[in-house]
């Protein structure tokens, strides 16, 4: 901000009947609008919980109508985080479920399933996961028999480490309707309550849909998560009506810290007939777009791609739609007024996906934000048609070093080219926009923001970062994380930066994000989350503060 200071003093006693907040000594650090990194050491905040300035020099400016001071201590203060691509719900009920994660022997899962059951009496179906018998002395498989004892009466399904097993005790299959009688299907196998692979789904299509109370609670819980990692708005992705209802319930109710944009679920907002809405209960909800999907993931071989996979090599993948019913479906949800995020992974669904948007910016303006969630592997080639229709990389950082292997694996050494390209995604003058894809991964920001600028894991791995030329600086890392997340959701009228007419959305964090390596960078810890001017969370307290 380098207005003149008269300006500076006109705004302040132009403002000098409200009650302003001047929130000073900060190590204050955001993203500007070209990518670079802007450095201030105050904020003015008005009682409407807007910024009303972002002071480089306040002890130049004679600071009027400021009826409180938050002294930061000189700790670094960022614009909230923005995942451009979470499961809000879904982050709650993963955390919520009993994780028997690292269980030494099979009594200690029996001991954590005992505790968890106690704390829960309303939990109708206990479900969760994590167990691995290799780490067991008996290293034999749990069984039903095993959960009865310690639950007989209410079904209980654990997963596997691995997701590729699970055990039902005997209340879930009797629910389930499975006997000793009952076949494995193809691709299955049943023993002693062990349903595995294609068996799973015997006993998981008779665990009933979460009631609205279970929704409620997996949203309150995902919002703790969120505000202690620093994350203050979303793009809530394949949002359905009962997460809607959710997130209206919390919003009349004033409990709704973190602003979510939502993209429903397609099949269930043209069963619903839904429009997209504006902003509500102070601008923490808006229904802005439809999810739709082209294909599947790399991990299972289902992204959709030009040639063979190399691992592989009868399957291109599963390419999900014809381009008539891709365009179709599109258009259809455009003509409602919808925004479009469209899941797409290979390099064909991608190129089929984006002749889809560029029909669609011809018929409805380039401006309507056009999304590609995830944009995986691209062919070279098609990176630069996504600025001329308006499309935005709806991307996640970490989903690069999770699978960096598995894309060497899928597609050999040289086809990579437009794996994962942040910098070109930049350098063709499209824009960017960062998130997790949470629960997929950690919803955790800063293990992003240094895969950004390191292409490397938190174990510094591969060394140099793996196809380090597609590195950003911290600068547009942090954009992608915050301005760009915001674009790509209609909202960086709103938030994304820290400028006058904007929210007071920020965090203080535990270092100088500036001056330290990439593995520190991403070890950052939140100390407090703040959204329109209020602390919403403290590391101190743990849990959020009502903050309406
Ligand atoms: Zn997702």
């Known amino acids: 901000m380098h207005k003149p200071l008269i300006a500076l003093v006109a705004a302040l006693s132009a403002s000098a009947a409200s009650?302003?907040?001047?929130?000073?000594?900060?190590?204050?650090?955001?993203?500007?609008?070209?990518?670079?990194?802007?450095?201030?050491?105050?904020?003015?905040?008005?009682?409407?919980?807007?910024?009303?300035l972002v002071l480089e020099h306040p002890e130049t400016?004679?600071?009027?109508?400021?009826?409180?001071?938050?002294?930061?201590?000189?700790?670094?203060?960022?614009?909230?985080?923005?995942?451009?691509?979470?499961?809000?719900?879904?982050?709650g009920f993963y955390a919520l479920r009993l994780n028997v994660t690292g269980s030494a022997s099979l009594?200690?899962?029996?001991?954590?399933?005992?505790?968890?059951?106690?704390?829960?009496?309303?939990?109708?179906?206990?479900?969760?996961?994590?167990?691995?018998?290799?780490?067991?002395?008996?290293?034999?498989?749990?069984?039903?028999?095993?959960?009865?004892?310690?639950?007989?009466?209410?079904?209980?399904?654990?997963?596997?480490?691995?997701?590729?097993?699970?055990v039902a005790n005997s209340a879930a299959m009797k629910a389930a309707g499975v006997t000793a009688a009952t076949p494995a299907p193809r691709g299955g196998e049943i023993h002693d309550g062990v349903f595995v692979d294609n068996a799973e789904g015997l006993i998981n299509r008779a665990i009933p849909a979460a009631t609205p109370a279970e929704v409620d609670r997996a949203l309150a819980k995902s919002q703790e998560i969120l505000l202690g990692v620093g994350v203050t708005g979303v793009g809530s992705m394949s949002t359905s009506l009962a997460d809607w209802q959710a997130f209206n319930r919390a919003g009349a109710a004033g409990t709704l810290q973190v602003r979510l944009m939502a993209y429903i679920t397609a099949a269930q907002a043209a069963e619903a007939n839904m429009k997209p809405t504006g902003w509500l209960y102070g601008d923490r909800l808006r229904a802005v777009g439809v999810k739709l999907f082209a294909d599947g993931a790399l991990g299972s071989r289902g992204a959709w791609l030009k040639n063979p996979y190399v691992d592989k090599p009868e399957s291109r993948g599963l390419q999900f739609h014809s381009d008539a019913e891709l365009l179709a479906q599109a258009d259809h949800a455009a003509a409602a007024g919808f925004q479009?995020?469209?899941?797409?992974?290979?390099d064909a669904a991608n190129a089929q996906i984006i002749s889809v948007y560029e029909?669609?910016?011809?018929?409805?303006?380039?401006?309507?934000?056009?999304?590609?969630?995830?944009?995986?592997?691209?062919?070279?080639?098609?990176i630069p048609r996504l600025a001329p229709a308006g499309i935005i990389a709806s991307m996640q950082p970490t989903?690069?070093?999770?699978?960096?292997?598995?894309?060497?694996?899928?597609?050999?050494?040289?086809?990579?080219?437009?794996a994962y390209a942040w910098q070109t995604v930049l350098k063709t003058g499209a824009t960017l926009a960062f998130g997790t894809d949470f629960p997929v991964e950690s919803p955790n920001p800063f293990p992003g923001l240094s895969a950004g600028i390191s292409r490397q894991d938190m174990k510094g791995q591969p060394p140099g970062g793996w196809i380090p030329s597609e590195r950003l600086s911290l600068g547009e890392a942090l954009h992608a994380y915050t301005r760009g997340?915001?674009?790509?959701?209609?909202?960086?009228?709103?938030?994304?930066?820290?400028?006058?007419?904007?929210?007071?959305?920020?965090?203080?964090?535990?270092?100088?994000?500036?001056?330290?390596?990439p593995i520190s960078?991403?070890?950052?810890e939140v100390l407090e989350t703040w959204i329109a001017g209020k602390k919403v969370w403290s590391m101190a307290s743990g849990v959020p503060e009502r903050g309406q």
Request: charged fraction near 25%.
């Open 19 to 52: 009650a302003d907040t001047l929130i000073n000594n900060i190590n204050g650090i955001q993203a500007t609008a070209d990518g670079k990194l802007q450095h201030f050491k105050a904020l003015v905040v008005g009682d409407d919980g807007k910024v009303r």
């Open 61 to 91: 400016v004679r600071l009027a109508g400021i009826t409180s001071t938050v002294d930061g201590r000189g700790r670094t203060l960022l614009p909230g985080l923005i995942d451009g691509h979470g499961h809000v719900t879904d982050l």
């Open 107 to 166: 009594a200690e899962l029996q001991q954590r399933l005992r505790d968890y059951a106690a704390a829960h009496p309303d939990v109708k179906w206990i479900q969760g996961g994590g167990w691995n018998q290799e780490l067991w002395p008996e290293k034999r498989f749990p069984t039903a028999a095993d959960l009865d004892a310690i639950v007989p009466d209410r079904p209980v399904v654990l997963e596997r480490v691995d997701g590729h097993a699970i």
């Open 340 to 346: 479009i995020a469209t899941h797409a992974i290979g």
């Open 359 to 382: 029909q669609l910016s011809k018929r409805y303006g380039r401006d309507r934000r056009w999304r590609i969630e995830h944009f995986q592997i691209v062919d070279p080639a098609d």
């Open 399 to 418: 989903h690069q070093t999770s699978d960096r292997l598995m894309a060497e694996a899928r597609l050999g050494p040289n086809r990579l080219a437009g």
């Open 485 to 517: 997340a915001a674009y790509a959701g209609f909202a960086e009228d709103k938030i994304g930066s820290l400028e006058p007419g904007k929210y007071a959305d920020f965090i203080l964090v535990d270092r100088d994000v500036t001056a330290v390596d």
């Open 521 to 524: 960078l991403g070890k950052t």
